[in-house]
């Protein structure tokens, strides 16, 4: 079903006494904005979607926020740690770089050394810990680390992290060899204050950008939630509607029976034969309310879902012939030409029951409104992979401005005469509603004074 088809309905069916044009056309903003203000002025302040409200809201917020700190936490983690990999590096060049010059003897102490960064720097010490070289002579004091410079005399290399009055330093030792003999040890160094305000600065960017984030999406969320919403809401003002419809048509012929009862009652002692009259009241409107019970719940059925179609090959024509011959012996009552016409070979996936009761009410309404002499007919042709039939009457025609609304549930045309007929206004939606559910579509097409055609198409049997 297309979006603009789908919601059309449900505008259609959820706000049947405003009467609006579907607001698939209006966009989507004013589609939330009619939905939510139209639903408000039905049910007040009382809003039994409130709850689901806050706690989608809040389900939102929660997953929102949560994406947010995976996600921060991975860029710093990856960034922190791309840092001290690029800081270890240095200092490992650094430090080689030292070890292949000492090799080479190409060591001078006037020499200035090439250091990777300002801020490296580079000590060379021998065995007994004396040092040989501190090019820079304003290394920090407390370095070398002795540990670090110890475990490299031991033949280990190694990085170390310290913290000399209050300052983070990485430190890298790699023993020093001349000749194949262990002559002592180079440690190269750096303070880590850059890095740690470049990972500070970041930390307190992503805070706040994830704050933003997360009150964009609190923001964001109530117009998502709401829009979550329409649907339910939509759902949920049809069924208000619905059973309220239902309980005012139940409620008509039930006060008829008992106004009816009373008048009987009234003179109990006339014979049964003086008011046959009234009795056939009673027994109309009883039917009247069976008829209706029985609509009131086959939609019931259709809404939850209880109601299956069992979609087998079926002959549409034979269905069709099936069909006109059941009416007509009321339509040769009222002087109308009845028959089947076109296509009458083909064959779709259809459940024969429910294909017959669309059928039957297609037609009842076409006899119930085209005048004697007219004609009901029903046209079967190919249509695109569909096999479509036409109900076509000569009838009195549908307004267009009933056209839109004649598919809705206790939609009728002329309430009054409607009643007269047995008609409830159920007759097309079920109808609808029983072509959905075996796949087909149903549409409408009608000229006021010149009649009706209740379009349906039902996908065909293959083969
Ligand atoms: P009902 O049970 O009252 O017939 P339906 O749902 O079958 O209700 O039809 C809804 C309304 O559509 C009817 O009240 C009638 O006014 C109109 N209608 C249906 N079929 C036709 C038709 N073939 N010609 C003219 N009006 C029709």
């Known amino acids: 079903m297309s979006r603009a088809s789908f919601f059309g309905r449900f505008v259609a069916l959820g706000t049947r006494s405003d009467r609006n044009p579907p607001a698939a ?16 002025r039905r049910f007040g302040s009382h809003d039994p979607f409130a709850s689901t409200r806050r ?3 809040a389900w939102n917020v929660l997953v929102i926020a949560l994406i947010v700190l995976i996600i921060g936490t991975f860029v710093y983690l990856r960034v922190a740690k791309s840092r001290s990999e690029e800081v270890d590096q240095e200092l490992q060049a650094a430090a080689t770089s030292e070890l292949v010059r000492f ?7 006037q020499e200035t050394y090439p250091l990777e960064g300002a801020d490296v720097f580079l000590i060379v010490s021998d065995t007994r810990g004396r040092i040989l070289l501190d090019p820079r002579a304003a290394s920090p004091s407390g370095f070398p680390v002795k540990a670090s410079l110890d475990l490299a005399m031991a033949g280990r290399p ?9 300052t983070s330093f990485r430190v890298y030792s790699a023993p020093l060899y001349d000749r194949g003999q262990l002559v002592g040890a180079v440690q190269a160094g750096k303070g880590l204050a850059d890095q740690e305000r470049e990972l500070r600065d970041l930390l307190v960017t992503m805070l706040v950008g994830g704050l933003v984030s997360v009150v964009l999406a609190t923001a964001g969320g109530f117009f998502l939630v709401e829009l979550a919403l329409v649907p339910a809401r939509r759902a949920f003002a049809r069924q208000q509607q619905f059973v309220a419809d239902a309980s005012h048509e139940l409620r008509t012929p039930i006060a008829l029976i008992k106004a009816t009862a009373d008048v009987l009652g009234r003179d109990p002692d006339q014979p049964i034969r003086a008011n046959q009259g009234l009795l056939t009241d009673i027994e109309r ?3 009247h309310l069976g008829r209706l019970i029985g609509d009131l719940l086959q939609l019931a059925r259709l809404d939850s879902g209880q109601l299956e179609a069992e979609l087998v090959p079926v002959s549409i024509g034979d269905v069709a012939q099936e069909a006109v011959a059941q009416v007509q012996r009321l339509g040769a009552a009222r002087g109308l030409r009845l028959g089947v016409t076109g296509q009458t070979d083909l064959w779709v996936m259809a459940d024969l029951g429910r294909l017959r009761q669309v059928l039957l009410i297609l037609l009842d309404n076409a006899v119930k409104h085209t005048p004697s002499g007219g004609s009901v007919q029903i046209h079967l042709q190919r249509d695109h992979g569909a096999a479509r039939l036409v109900v076509a009457d000569t009838g009195e ?8 609304h004649v598919f809705e549930r206790f939609y009728r ?3 009054a005469r409607a009643r007269a007929d047995g008609g409830v206004g159920l007759g097309l939606a079920i109808a609808r509603e029983l072509v959905e559910l075996q796949g087909g579509r149903i549409r409408v097409e009608s000229v006021l004074g010149k009649g009706s055609s209740f379009i349906v198409w039902m996908p065909l049997a293959r083969g």
């Open 397 to 404: 025609g549908i307004a267009p401005e009933h056209i839109p």
């Open 413 to 415: 045309v002329d309430k």
């Open 103 to 109: 090799a080479g003897h190409e060591r001078s102490e």
């Open 158 to 166: 190694n990085f170390a992290s310290v913290a000399i009055k209050g």
């Open 25 to 40: 056309d209006r966009g989507w903003p004013a589609t939330i904005r009619a939905t939510v203000t139209g639903y408000y």
């Open 55 to 57: 706690r989608l809201l």
């Open 285 to 287: 409107e009883a039917d």
